[in-house]
Structure formats: structure tokens, C-alpha cells
């Protein structure tokens, strides 16, 4: 996060110092060639804040650089006034005061990947900062070159003519929308989905929807994913071969919502999945994206959903213990498919001497009282294990280095494990080569015991059979396992790390809960059969799809028999 913030401020400062210094030498030297040289470096480093800083407003440095390159256009041709210059001048700065009113229009247009259309207007709009940092780049060379200013004028008039084009076409399609939708409406209404995937969530949670589109694409029904945010539209449309669509307003819902569309499912708990949810003739189905016994897991909001889909029974359990009423029947057991992958081992530890253990922290949530990351102490615990001999596998949550505190603690976790690798030779895993080089479940296979915070990544680890530790990183002592019940068939580390060696004993040696284990994993991963485990998830949706029966009255939930999936 601070690298980041890094980089912003030194692009921040180098594209308006240049675009300055452009100014400077351009208007009130005579250095003409150099000034230009300063103009087109000032150019270049305003194309890389808009890289960094994709929304950056470059308006003021702009207007400083084509000012000067302008002045030195004059100087250069040394003819006096110029008509063809002047004119020049005014589409220029009529292009800069267009660029912010231009882009806003576009924002509010629907984007869209994965289509056998592209509306040009949206794309040209949100890239003309970049089309006249390259116009004005083009000119500051006709410049260099002593051409005829008419030559600079034609360019920027064909730039001025397509702008303009594209406003028009804009302000036609606000203030006089076409009959039956836009381009990308039509094409949905001929790809006919049966369902969607919504999506809303900060920067950095696509790995919450990519999780679940290969499953999706198994149902076999032609789908779309709706958006809310648009920089996940590149990663999303890469992930499958669905349709995505980037919806920037209600408007733009109400748009790509076909009616061929019957079921809405989601991922999070999003504040935006309510301009969805409002929808009543769709069934909205809650999917989650993982299993954990942390409070957000029973999030009441659950409520307003028509099914719930939970891996199994013990996240039913959850609910009613967090004091939660939701109608049993919107509970759909269907098991977590992202499992289905994880190998399962129910035999010890084969190579006690030099075990290879997954260490998984979470980060330290939105809230005092959800955070669960252990990394402030996690030294401790990497260090014992590098005593034992052990291999260690450090996976990181994607949100960690939001917190620059907690993104130091982790660099120092890998300063750590990079000395003892090149000391001892171990292929300890660890930065981008564990969160992006590796899936998760690829880790959780090349691991033989995991060490983690109370979070989803224990209930995938559970269907593995393989032994845990769970850290317990609020103090709940002997309330920790009533609270988080998960922790019951795992070893539990205590904050202070008082009891590491025993719980690194139990854990990688004598394992005394193994047969707790397996009883617990039918409880939170229901009972699927092993070789086709994600047809139970794959079969509660298509009947969702295909109509499924009517939510019934509401019921107790800790009496009411679950949904027949179950």
C-alpha cells in the first residue's frame, strides 16, 4: 500500500514539475529545441499518473504543456501572427475543456466483454486524456520540425471532428435512448442468459467471483456477469467466457436485465447487490465466497436473500448461534466445489522430520473486533518451524497490505523465510510465487499441515483430512472454540504463542484429533460423494434455474428440515 502511495506521488510530481518546467523554458527562453524536449518528456510523464493514477485529472498540466508548445511552435515558425496556429490554439483548448465533461458521459455507459459488440463511444471517451497527450506529443514534433502550422491544425481538427462525433452520440443516447436497449442489451437478448452473476466490491476481491465462474460455466446454461466497478472488467472477462457487462448506474440495470434473465446469483454482501435484489420476479441466491466461523459469515443481511447456498450444515448452525432468524428453507446445503480438487489424505504426516506446512494469515478486517490476523506474532511461529526442520508455504490474504502495518510484518515473514532458503536449501514458498503463481488449492496439496487465522481457507483445508492449527487472536480462551467451533478439531494457538511447541507437537506428530476431524468435515462440507462432489452445487442451481419450488412459509431454523439437496 505505502509502494503504492508511493508511486502516485513521485507520477503526481513529475507530470506537473515537467509540464511547469515545459512551460517555463518554452514561453520566457529562447531554448526552443530543449523546451520542446521538456514538453514531450512532461508528456510522457503524464501518460504514466494516468497508469498509475487512472482517474488523475491532468486538466491544469495539459493546458501548461500546450501552451508552451504552442508558444514554441511560433517562435519556431517566426512568421508573426498565424491563423492556421491560432485556430490550432482554440481546438486544442476546446479539446481540454471537453476531455472532463466527455469522460463523465462515458462513465456512465455500459461496457461490456465477452460480446460480439463494442460501443466505440465509451472507449474513445474515456481515453481522450490519452489521445491528446499523443495529439499534443505529435504536434510538439511538428513543431521540432518547423512544419506548417496547417499541418498541426488538420490532426487537431480530425481529433476535434471524432470528439465531437462521440458527444453527440452520448447526449443522443441520455436524452433519447434507443427503442429496446443499446448494442450491448441487443446482444444480450440474443445470447438469451438464464442467469447472472452480480458483482460489487473494492479493489483487489475479483478473486471472490473468479472463484466461482468455472462452476458457473458448468451448469451449462448461458449466463452474464454484472459489474458494478469497472476495473474488474478486464480480469473478470479473462476469467470465462461469459459475457460481462459493466453497469454504471440503475438505469444501466435495468438495461442488461434480458427477460430471459431468472436468477440473480451473488458473492458478498455488498451494499450495491440491493439495486439488484430489488428485482422481485428474480430468484436471488447468496453464494458467499468461502466458509469461515468469523462473524461476517452470519451476516443478517443474508436474510433478504431467497436461498441461501451454504457447504454445510454447521454454517445453518451459525446463523441460529449468532442469533440470526432466517427461515430454514432458504438453505440450500450444496458443499463447497472449489474443494473438489483438494486431495484427500486421511494418513499421518509422511515425513515427520521435514513436514511442509501452509501458514494462511488473514488480514485484520474492517472492524476491532473482526480481526483475527495473527501476523504480529507470526514470528514466532515461523521460526519454530524452521527449528523443526519444516518447509513453509506463506500465503497471504489479498487484503494485507491495505494495512501498512501488516504489510511490514509480512515483508518481514519473507525476509525471514528468503535468508533460511538460501541458508538451508529449503523451497520455502512465499510473495507472488504462493498468491499468484500457486492456487490455493494447489498449496493446500503441497502442504501436509496448515497453521491459519479463523477464516474460510480452515473449512476448504478440512476436506483434505489433513491436521490444523487455528490461532486465537482475541484472547477467548476456552469461549474461542464455543465461538468458533471450527477450532474444535484443530490445534489452537494462543495469542502470546505460549503453547507453540505443543500445539507444533500435536500438529505435525502424535495428532490426536484426527478422527474429530473427519466427523467435522461432513458437518461443515456436507456429504458428497468424493468423485462428484460438485454436482451437489451444480444440481441446486439448475433447479433454481429451472424454477425450484416456491420459498415456503417461514420456520424455525433450528427445527425446520433443510432443502432435499441437503
Known amino acids: 500500500m505505502r509502494g503504492d502511495l508511493v508511486r502516485k506521488l513521485i507520477a503526481r510530481g513529475l507530470a506537473t514539475g515537467l509540464a511547469v518546467a515545459a512551460f517555463v523554458v518554452l514561453a520566457l527562453t529562447g531554448a526552443t529545441g530543449w523546451g520542446l524536449g521538456v514538453a514531450v518528456a512532461a508528456l510522457a510523464a503524464a ?297 484427500v489424505r486421511a494418513e499421518p504426516v509422511p515425513d515427520r522430520a521435514h513436514p511442509t506446512v501452509l501458514y494462511t494469515p488473514t488480514w485484520t478486517g474492517h472492524h476491532a473486533d473482526t480481526n483475527y490476523c495473527s501476523l504480529p506474532v507470526a514470528e514466532t511461529l515461523l521460526r519454530r518451524l524452521l527449528d523443526r526442520g519444516a518447509t513453509v508455504i506463506l500465503r497471504a490474504h489479498p487484503y494485507t497490505t491495505q494495512n501498512p502495518a501488516s504489510a511490514r510484518q509480512l515483508g518481514r515473514l519473507t525476509e525471514l523465510l528468503a535468508a533460511d532458503r538460501a541458508r538451508t536449501g529449503r523451497p520455502h514458498v512465499f510473495g507472488a510465487a504462493a498468491s499468484r503463481d500457486l492456487t490455493l488449492v494447489e498449496c493446500v496439496n503441497r502442504s501436509d499441515a496448515l497453521v491459519s487465522d479463523v477464516s474460510g481457507v480452515i473449512s476448504d483445508y478440512l476436506y483434505s483430512g489433513k491436521p490444523y492449527a487455528v490461532t486465537d487472536m482475541v484472547g477467548g480462551g476456552e469461549e474461542f472454540v464455543a465461538e468458533f467451533p471450527l477450532a474444535g478439531s484443530g490445534y489452537v494457538l494462543r495469542r502470546d504463542m505460549s503453547n507453540v511447541d505443543n500445539v507444533l507437537d500435536r500438529l505435525l506428530d502424535t495428532d490426536p484429533l484426527a478422527a474429530t476431524r473427519w466427523a467435522t468435515r461432513t458437518r461443515y462440507l456436507g456429504d458428497f460423494p468424493v468423485e462428484t462432489y460438485a454436482e451437489g452445487f451444480l444440481a441446486a442451481a439448475r433447479r433454481e434455474i429451472d424454477g425450484g419450488a416456491a420459498v415456503p412459509a417461514p420456520r424455525a431454523a433450528d427445527t425446520a428440515p433443510l432443502s432435499p439437496t441437503a
Open 47 to 343: 501518460a504514466w499518473e494516468r497508469r498509475v493514477r487512472p482517474g488523475a485529472d491532468g486538466v491544469a498540466e495539459l493546458v501548461l504543456v500546450a501552451a508552451g508548445v504552442l508558444t514554441g511552435y511560433a517562435r519556431r515558425l517566426d512568421a508573426g501572427f498565424d491563423p492556421a496556429l491560432a485556430a490550432t490554439a482554440l481546438v486544442l483548448l476546446g479539446l481540454v475543456l471537453l476531455m472532463g465533461p466527455l469522460r463523465d458521459a462515458g462513465n456512465l455507459e455500459i461496457r461490456a466483454a465477452n460480446l460480439p459488440v463494442r460501443p466505440l463511444a465509451p472507449v474513445v471517451a474515456a481515453e481522450l486524456p490519452t489521445i491528446l497527450l499523443v495529439l499534443l506529443g505529435l504536434v510538439a514534433v511538428a513543431a521540432a520540425l518547423t512544419l506548417p502550422a496547417v499541418v498541426a491544425l488538420v490532426v487537431a481538427l480530425l481529433v476535434g471532428l471524432a470528439a465531437g462525433a462521440v458527444g453527440l452520440d452520448l447526449a443522443r443516447r441520455r436524452f433519447r435512448p434507443p427503442a429496446g436497449g443499446g448494442p450491448v442489451a441487443q446482444a444480450l437478448r440474443r445470447h438469451r442468459p438464464e442467469f447472472l452473476l452480480y458483482f460489487s466490491a473494492p479493489p483487489g476481491s475479483e478473486y471472490q467471483v473468479t472463484m466461482w465462474l468455472p462452476y458457473l460455466e458448468r451448469i451449462g446454461r448461458p449466463f452474464l456477469v454484472v459489474l458494478r466497478e469497472p476495473e474488474f472488467l478486464a480480469t473478470v472477462a479473462a476469467a470465462t467466457t461469459a459475457p460481462v457487462v459493466y453497469c454504471p448506474t440503475l438505469k444501466a440495470i435495468d438495461e442488461v436485465l434480458v427477460p430471459s434473465v431468472k436468477v440473480a446469483f451473488y458473492v458478498n454482501h455488498g451494499a450495491k447487490n440491493a439495486h439488484c435484489i430489488r428485482f422481485t420476479h428474480l430468484t436471488h441466491v447468496q453464494l458467499h465466497h468461502g466458509d469461515s466461523d468469523k462473524a461476517p459469515s452470519a451476516n443478517p443481511v443474508s436474510a433478504i436473500f431467497d436461498r441461501i447456498f451454504v457447504a454445510g450444515r454447521a454454517a445453518v448452525d451459525r446463523y441460529a448461534r449468532a442469533g440470526v432468524e432466517i427461515p430454514a428453507e432458504k438453505f440450500v446445503v450444496v458443499g463447497r466445489p472449489q474443494v473438489e480438487k483438494i486431495e
